[in-house]
């Protein structure tokens, strides 16, 4: 027959899938011999089986009668006894912690001949009415979905009526029958008086809150699957409300906030667990225990450091004393803020529990990235003139702006303020200290891309209505002008009238190299499991950087080299100008010469880059965008030619550009002249930038520096392509005195290169997966039409369970990787193999990564320390 009833001694912490986690860790307590009350538990397989058949199991009640028959001959009390009887809790808890989404009902086994029992055995009539109108409240609510406020309105109007000591036992028992009337009325038929009728219905009405909204709601906000079932725990009751001598309390082994060592928690005498939560009273601090009832507060620290050495970390605990005796009614591995992870990982290996190994495993690469953000000081913030979702974590202060243009040209800090944003908003969302939008959630395009450059971001703060014509923003009644202050907190979405101050995150601080080690508990504390990491690690860490600020920076936090620098910025600026002689160029001399004045441009930013990286590989990519953007857009000169036409002008070279640019129009840049194809198609121009790479390395070479660029080409798709640009490339390499060798490998980005790896292997030295090109070929969708298009949509309805542009889609996106690197390794063993998506940065991708062998991840400056400790994690 099938087993659905364990009891607490038969379980342990191992089988929280079929126990839940509660009744798995009271399993374990009870194994560990400490004072838990009797109970046991009934599967997440009679859950299972009773949602699928909408009935109980067959046997499911018999078997736990047996189970119940045991409790009561080990206490000596019975279910219903109207002398002294058993009292039951009957409690939920799946495998997953589901906090406040699912029942508990309290003191089964009241009814009006009990009542009396309880209230003989506890010489305390008052507590025995005030247990079973309890009883007859949740247990209306949770079976039947009486209002709360139905009963909590009459107990409110007793508690009026009553003096300053709280209803007597008489009130209590007119308001249980007041109870009694109000439950009738709503649900159709009397108060159960059979206590076994009691329990089988609190049973089968925790099994169906597996199914309520609000359950279902939380289990998709965080990813646990809905087939799992709740189990129930069925237990003796013990009461903290019998009393002065009793109370109920929470705690937590050390400070879950801080991860300082040192018990921590809330007591509430005289009172039942619920009203803890309710907040009816002042709760007061574990001290205050040690105060009212040492003996218990000595067993329940020493109960707690048994806990913390049996599970090796941090755990929280639910206790009452009834009477003076202590009893354990939970227990799990405590959540806890990111900074209390990283400290409590370093006291657990100081103190023999745990190795550095699982230390690594304690913490994660988005703790850590929580950590480098700056903070406000929130004692001295305001109250928040609004709240919207905290998108991209971060503290910002600046001068409210209302476009983009007006950003770009700030000298002072700024928040550029919008409905939504879009890709015209790249240029300001770079200028701005963090962006504030009026609508969409976490996926909008505001969110993503901030998200991508690090930028604070605030977004879908409803209640801001903004109007960009009048140059101001309102919320109720207060307006906010263009140049007025504003902080925005990126973590919690609060929106601040004024400038908040900001505290600079110490670990960051301590990252740039600016604070030591020593400085503070949980700096020592990531200095220490980053440096253990760093030395478990066999992934590299590179950093995609294109300026010598930046390959500073990204070597301050640790990069081993730049995976990715990117060549587009060389081409801006003042030498746009040279960019439109290029592509005006009539005829091969004055396409030489344009590329000729770039030259010298390009050599010097070089050798900055290298200089900054020096003995440390850089990996340079040719040109990749399409050349028209480096144009004036259409509309703008179609205007200008236009006005001086009007004014019967000569539009100059407006008009030959004009031209140009309508030539050079694409419907679908993303998939059309750029990359390796551009190189192709314009003579002369990747070999400038091979020659401005070489020379710029023998210069430093001159220099006495040690330079190691490489050359990679974008966007291949055949052999051919990498062929024609690496035989030309090699040309001028040897033209150039004193370079170094330098290799010459490709990115890896469209799906035709990854099929075709090993034929194209036989032409690079090395391999760099661009996956973010990768994932939108793979997927046929451009990033910035459907992020804001559909993203949103796809993630609420489980589509995507992460877009696949902040975690690799390791199914279709990852196989091609796998493949590319199995087949490349094949064709050339010695192979490098990287990655310099923005995925190098995300810890899930990361992992992946060194599953798959890839010998580096390449990532933007500030993702790196994230970056070491996911390697790091993914190598123990
Ligand atoms: P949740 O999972 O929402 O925390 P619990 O099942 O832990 O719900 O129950 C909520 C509260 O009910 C507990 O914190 C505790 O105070 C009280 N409680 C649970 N079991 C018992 C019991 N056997 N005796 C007395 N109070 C209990
Ligand atoms: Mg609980
Ligand atoms: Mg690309």
Not at 69 to 79: F, T, Y
Not at 103 to 120: K, Q, R, Y
Not at 130 to 144: A, C, E, N, P, W
Not at 638 to 655: C, I, K, Q, S, Y
Request: hydrophobic letters at 45%; glycine letters at 10%.
């Amino acid at each position: 027959m099938l087993k659905y009833v364990y009891d607490f001694f038969e379980g342990d912490r191992s089988r929280a899938d079929l126990l839940g986690g509660k009744g798995a860790n009271l399993a374990e307590m009870t194994r560990l011999g400490l004072p838990v009350p009797p109970g046991f538990t009934i599967s997440t397989a009679a859950c299972r089986a009773y949602l699928a058949q909408g009935a109980p199991p067959a046997g499911l009640f018999d078997e736990v009668n047996a189970h119940l028959r045991e409790v009561e001959a080990r206490l000596g009390r019975w279910l219903g006894d109207r002398h002294d009887p058993l009292l039951l809790a009957v409690r939920s808890g799946g495998r997953f912690s589901m906090p406040g989404m699912m029942e508990t009902i309290l003191d089964i086994g009241l009814n009006d001949a009990t009542v009396g029992g309880l209230a003989a055995h506890s010489g305390d009539e008052r507590f025995a009415w005030d247990s079973y109108r309890r009883l007859i409240q949740m247990f209306g609510r949770t079976v039947h979905g009486v209002p709360a406020e139905e009963f909590e309105r009459e107990l409110a109007a007793v508690r009026a009526a009553a003096g300053p000591g709280g209803p007597g036992a008489a009130a209590l028992r007119d308001l249980v029958e007041t109870y009694k009337k109000v439950y009738a009325h709503h649900v159709g038929h009397d108060f159960p008086q059979s206590p076994h009728e009691q329990l089988y219905l609190a049973i089968r009405s925790v099994f169906e809150s597996w199914n309520a909204d609000r359950a279902v709601l939380y289990r998709r906000r965080e990813h646990i699957p809905d087939d799992l079932g709740t189990a129930v725990n069925v237990m003796a009751m013990v009461f903290g409300n019998l009393g002065p001598d009793s109370g109920t309390g929470v705690a937590f082994t050390r400070d879950p906030a801080t991860g300082a060592p040192g018990v921590y928690g809330d007591y509430l005498p005289d009172a039942q667990g619920e009203d803890v939560v309710a907040g009816i009273r002042n709760t007061v601090g574990l001290p205050e225990l040690e105060r009212i009832d040492p003996v218990s507060f000595r067993r329940l620290t020493e109960i707690m450091r048994t806990l913390e050495r049996h599970y090796r970390d941090l755990c929280d605990v639910e206790f009452t004393i009834e009477r003076g005796k202590l009893w354990m009614l939970q227990t799990r591995v405590g959540k806890r803020t990111p900074a209390a992870a990283f400290v409590i990982a370093a006291q657990l290996v100081d103190e023999g529990l745990i190795s550095a190994d699982e230390a690594l495993h304690r913490v994660s690469g988005g703790q850590l990235a929580q950590l480098m953000f700056p903070g406000f000081d929130l004692d001295a913030a305001p109250v928040p003139l609004a709240t919207g979702v905290g998108a991209s974590p971060g503290a910002a202060v600046g001068r409210v702006v209302f476009d983009s243009a007006a950003a770009a040209a700030a000298t002072e800090p700024v928040i550029l303020v919008r409905r939504e944003t879009n890709p015209d908003d790249l240029p300001g969302m770079i200028a701005a200290q963090g962006v504030l939008t009026s609508r969409g959630g976490k996926t909008s395009h505001a969110a993503v891309v901030a998200r991508g450059m690090g930028r604070t971001c605030v977004c879908g703060a409803e209640a801001v209505r903004i109007d960009p014509e009048r140059g101001e923003f309102t919320v109720g009644d207060r307006v906010v002008r263009a140049g007025d202050v504003i902080s925005i907190d990126g973590s919690t979405g609060r929106v601040y009238a004024g400038s908040v101050p900001v505290r600079p995150s110490p670990v960051a601080r301590y990252l740039a190299g600016e604070l030591s080690p020593e400085a503070d508990p949980l700096v020592a504390a990531v200095h220490r499991l980053l440096g253990h990491a760093d030395a478990v690690r066999r992934l590299g860490v590179r950093a995609n950087a294109d300026t010598p600020a930046d390959a500073r920076r990204a070597r301050a936090f640790g990069a081993g080299g730049i995976g990715l620098c990117r060549t587009e910025h060389m081409f801006l600026g003042e030498r746009r100008e040279l960019v439109e002689r290029l592509i005006l160029a009539d005829g091969p001399a004055e396409r030489d010469a344009a590329l000729a004045a770039l030259l010298p441009l390009q050599r010097a930013d070089f050798v900055g880059i290298l200089a900054a990286m020096d003995g440390l590989p850089v990996t340079i990519r040719l040109i990749d965008p399409p050349l028209h953007e480096f144009l004036p857009p259409l509309h703008e000169l179609t205007a200008r030619v236009a006005r001086a036409e009007a004014l019967g002008e000569d539009p100059g070279r407006d008009g030959a550009l004009l031209v140009a640019v309508r030539r050079m129009h694409e419907a679908n840049p993303m998939l059309g002249l750029r990359g390796v194809r551009l190189g192709l198609v314009v003579p002369g121009l990747f070999a400038m930038q091979v020659r401005a790479v070489a020379e710029a390395a023998a210069q430093r070479r001159r220099d006495g520096g040690d330079p190691r660029p490489e050359i990679m080409v974008p966007l291949v798709g055949d052999v051919r392509e990498l062929t024609a640009v690496r035989v030309e490339a090699e040309q001028v390499l040897a033209g150039v005195e004193g370079a170094p060798e330098i290799p010459i490998g490709t990115m890896i980005e469209v799906p035709r290169a990854a099929l075709t790896a090993g034929e194209i292997a036989a032409e690079a030295r090395f391999f760099s997966f661009g996956t973010n090109d990768l994932t939108q070929t793979a997927w046929a969708f451009s990033r910035d039409d459907v992020e804001g298009a559909f993203f949103g949509a796809y993630l609420e309805r489980g589509i995507f369970p992460v877009s696949p542009f902040e975690s690799i889609d390791t199914a279709g996106v990852g196989r091609l990787v796998r493949l590319a690197v199995a087949e490349g390794r094949a064709a050339r063993p010695e192979l490098t193999v990287g990655v310099c998506g923005e995925h190098g940065g995300d810890p899930d991708s990361v992992e992946f990564f060194a599953e798959v062998g890839l010998d580096y991840v390449s990532c933007s400056p500030y993702r790196i320390p994230i970056a070491r400790l996911a390697a790091g994690r993914a190598a123990v």
